[in-house]
């Protein structure tokens, strides 16, 4: 029993931490940047640095003016990246303007 129960563990906890580089949607990020630019004339426009206990990754948006597509990338450490999503009717949402005058 504790064999089966020992054995369980280690598989499930193997899938569950196994790197996402085997799922679909994964490659090289030097082999996604290149579609991305080549195919959907997407541009990165913004990103960020997120940190939680299996370490660092570079999460990234990139968009396209052109094309009105976006991607959301997620870059890890060995350099393989991951579109986590993808869309088109991409806007950007300006700042309001303050009147002239205006106490701020």
């Not at 990165?44 to 990338?73: C, I, N, P, Y």
């Not at 870059?75 to 106490?103: I, R």
Request: charged fraction near 15%.
């Amino acid at each position: 029993m504790f064999k089966r129960l020992l054995s369980l563990c280690m598989v499930f906890g193997m899938a569950a931490t196994a790197p996402p580089a085997f799922a679909a949607n994964c490659a090289d990020r030097s082999t996604v940047v290149e579609r991305l630019s080549d195919k959907y004339q997407e541009n990165l426009t913004a990103g960020g640095l997120r940190s939680d206990q299996q370490g660092s990754t570079l999460l990234e948006v990139w968009t396209s003016k052109a094309t009105g597509t976006f991607t959301l990338l997620v870059t890890y450490p060995n350099g393989v990246s991951c579109v986590l999503a993808a869309g088109t009717d991409y806007f950007e949402e300006l700042p309001a303007k303050m009147p002239l005058g205006a106490p701020s």
